[in-house]
DNA sequence: CTGAAAGCGCTTACAG
DNA sequence: CTGAAAGCGCTTACAG
């Protein structure tokens, strides 16, 4: 292995000089010299150690990736997640970062491997909001959340508008005609992104006088798609006519139990979604969705954590990206004359 | 930052009793002595230096997961990789080790890559098969390439039977009655996954006197899918009523394609696919594919991985996992008296 | 512009 | 079972 005393011996000069020539700090190595050692660092294939660089200068330039570990073994990376997660490596790498990826069970889990490697900075994708204020207490760096409502500030979080994309998803029903509506999505009690994707949806809803009745509510945790429908659909007087699935990929779900139920989508049951993934684009009929700009997020994502790592005292930063509508066939037109 | 020495200095003793107790090299230290020292570290809240301890014991704990870089931002994590990606880091990480995951371009940035945070083992998704010898030649550690072509001996591999997959597509076809078929696929020209693929595929047609025009094998990366479709279906005494297509993801490209020209998927054109992947199950008619297992092949390329690690000395190995036919609707019964 | 010294936090290898 | 010394490959901080 090459190192920099190697370098050193062969070109006539001390480490350092070999170590500024090659680290282009310019303006301290005289130019033919810098040159030279350049050159023969590249002919004997010097490649630098990164361990002995991060011990020395306290910087490893290594940035964090941090998800829940599901220890039900559950999709570890849905389609949103990697699709959020290949953005950001393409990103930060491409700025001269080494990308850890973790996935993490609680917090002392973080802090150790955060620390044991020095990174300078993490990305939390998902739901950390009960550890929030620990995890920000115990490791100095730079941390950018998504998803966040946590209330804490002095933390940078990247979002999206969930309470109104719940909003959009109960206008689409109502303009088409609908007034009984149901809602499912992985319900926990907290507050997070579900929570309000479900509030934004029974607050418009509301002022419309159209119904969201409590047992129309239903948590896909506890209970399989096809449970539900069948609930849902029993004869009864408030019978949803439509039912507002928190993502694409549980609606997706839907479809499929729809399917073995001899449901029709928009017919009996009118659906939409939340996300806009490749997969509600595959679905037929087209599914209507909320539609996020995960590309945009994870730049945004980026954005904040490298401005935080250059300059360590600006301000944390929370960014909301907007949401809007994508319109395809799962929503029946309930309106009358229509057709 | 708390640090060897500091615990050494409370409990009395030296460093290295303190690095043995705490490594668990129980033999070395006295028990009562070893339990003092670790409830010591506990209480400072001990976080071990691994850039320290990589440099000093030349064993990092990092394993390099290693993807092409894609310069048009083309979909860096497809639905297969991330599946493959998120079983391999889990599986890996549960086993003590640290995931770096890196987009690469060409072989020397896998070399710098490797060799400056001494990854102690590399997994390779996709296509290196260029590069695999030089690869192998200047990265002395565990190897293991996924889905390669490359006659190199000596080289690990993790793999699909893709020759037995394309005869697979052409047997379900045949058995329905299809006579005239059609390939889709990213042809490169080079031997790869696709290659085979179209090679059993072919072999398995011609074979039973069936018929695949050159003219009916496609590449996907020089032309549209809306555009293949014309073509293939413009009328001719050998117009095709069946295409097999080299991934479920390209295979979703093709629906979209006939719903935009009015072509009825299984009436006008039937289509198999390849992978299974949920997005092939959400198409409707169901997606008929090959089905691999790619929970399995994550968990073979962490086996073979690990175990290279533990004895480098272990001979390479390559494992070729089965595939299988998942029938659903998308192919259409020709036989005459079916119906 | 260049260099000698000290040190980052840990482990290996050798003594006792 | 325990410890003092040396060193992993690099950088910081201080001299010249």
Known sequence: MVTLKDIAAKAGVSMMTVSRALNGDGSRVSGPTAARIRSIAEEMGYIPNSSARSLAARSSRIIAILMRDTPDGNPLLDPYTSAFLGSV????????????????????????????WSAEGAVFLGLFDDEIRQIRQDNPIPLVFTDSYSSL??????????????????????DLGHRNLAFCGPLSGKPGVIAQRLQGFADTLAKQGAI???????????????????????????????????????????????????????????????????????????????????????EKTCDILLRHIKDPASPSETQILDVELAERDSIKDLRSGAC
Chains 1, 2 share one sequence.
């Open 89 to 116: 490596v393409q990103v930060l790498q491409s700025c001269g970062y080494y990308i850890m990826v973790h996935f993490v069970r609680d917090f002392s889990d973080i802090t150790f491997r955060l620390r044991s």
């Open 153 to 174: 500030r002095q933390v940078s979080n990247v979002g999206i508008d969930d309470y109104k994309g719940g909003c959009l998803a109960a206008r689409a029903f109502l």
């Open 212 to 298: 969201l009745p409590q047992n129309c509510v239903c948590s896909i945790s506890e209970r399989s798609a096809e449970e539900i429908l069948k609930d849902l659909l029993a004869p009864s007087a408030l019978r949803p006519t439509g039912l507002f699935v928190s993502s694409d990929h549980i609606a997706w779900q839907f479809y499929k139990a729809a399917g073995r139920l001899n449901i029709r989508i928009p017919d009996d049951l009118s659906i939409a979604g939340f996300d806009d993934l490749p997969l509600g684009r595959a679905l037929i009929p087209g599914l209507t969705t909320v539609r996020q700009d995960i590309q945009k997020k994870a």
